[in-house]
């Protein structure tokens, strides 16, 4: 079987995000674990090659015309979460978004299945865009390889000097959407608890929800409390999460939450919202309510009184659970996909 898969976002603004780093890794995984497929690589500006058998497009936004209408191969599309959909009050579209995303949906219709990454999006896609359920594929993803425990004392000396980072934080690692939760988040935290809040987005000031969350940790008096270093290399990442007192996913809604994964692999202790699709991947994570501010402090206050022991078993109970979840496993169950959409028709 030869697949052709779509690398726009390895080549825009998407690279260091999600969905570029999933793109990566994904290639990755398949040409090590699956490699008795063939792979070549395109982008939408490029015409797709023509001994292709099938056509992956690893990348979904409702909102912009990410899909081609005319499919001359069968297709596989990659839908990660409908959230702005699920939650239309807090994402307004407009009047061109609701007409890129009735393109979108109809394009999406001529797949001949679909990738997501849990349950819960699996759901929201069957009930927003119309899909039964025989047609959308969950494949949950995977912490990378670099996210280990980093005990290398120069290292995290040298990452902890880089970031000016206090020898006791809480950790965030993500984006600044309604969805996430930061401001909720900054009313929660304790007083005196240092937050990091790492991210690209959270540097970007014309953003509505980066002026909202300066405006809070101003009002709040935090400002020397909370540290914003931006976007950080994953190899960097790796030292944060296991510098960290805590990592906390305060999340409404997740389309998956792989942060929760990556600092589980790290060594550290998880505090995450109840609900979506963290349900399927908390495992041992200390739960909150995204909603309560009473809930998510108590969160923190109970992680940072934890004893040695008790640290030392939340961590242990992490690494048990983030071993269920692998790149080798991600590239079968995606290849398994791809092998039904060979078999099947399209899905309208």
Request: proline share 5%.
């Amino acid at each position: 079987m030869h697949i052709a898969l779509d690398i726009t976002p390895l080549k825009s603004g998407h690279k260091d995000r999600g969905i570029g780093s999933y793109t990566g890794l994904l290639i990755e995984a398949l040409e090590k674990y699956e490699c008795q497929h063939s792979y070549s690589f395109f982008t939408r500006r490029q015409k797709l090659p023509k001994d292709a058998d099938l056509v992956h497009y690893p990348y979904f936004d409702p909102f912009f015309l990410t899909l081609p209408l005319l499919k001359p191969k069968p297709v596989v599309v990659t839908v990660h979460d409908l959230i702005p959909l699920a939650y239309p009050s807090h994402f307004p579209r407009g009047i061109r978004g609701d007409i890129k995303w009735r393109v979108q949906k109809f394009s999406l219709k001529g797949a001949r299945r679909i990738i997501t990454d849990s349950i819960a999006s699996k759901r929201d896609i069957e009930t927003i865009a119309g899909f039964t359920e025989n047609l959308v594929d969950v494949v949950h993803l995977a912490p990378a390889e670099i996210f280990h425990p980093i005990t290398d004392r120069d290292m995290r000396s040298s990452v902890q000097k880089k970031y000016s980072l206090p020898d006791r934080f809480i950790l965030y690692v993500g984006d600044v959407n309604w969805n996430k939760n930061i401001l909720g988040l900054l009313r929660a935290k304790p007083k005196g608890v240092a937050l990091v809040l790492v991210g690209k987005a959270f540097r970007q000031e014309e953003l509505v929800e980066v002026r909202e969350i300066n405006a809070l940790i101003h009002a709040l008096h935090v400002e020397g409390e909370v540290i914003q270093p931006g976007f950080v290399p994953d190899e960097d990442l790796a030292a944060l999460y296991s510098l960290a007192s805590a990592y906390i996913q305060p999340s409404f809604a997740e389309g998956f939450g792989l942060p929760v994964l990556e600092s589980m692999a790290c060594g550290c202790p998880v505090i995450c919202a109840r609900g979506s699709s963290l349900d399927e991947i908390a495992g041992s994570s200390l739960r909150v309510n995204a909603s309560d501010i009473s809930s998510i402090m108590d969160g923190i206050f109970h992680v940072e009184k934890l004893s040695t022991s008790q640290r030392t078993e939340f961590i242990q109970k992490g690494y048990a659970w983030v071993k269920r979840f692998s790149w080798k496993k991600v590239a079968a169950e995606t290849a398994a996909v791809y092998e039904k959409a060979l078999a099947g028709d399209r899905v309208y």
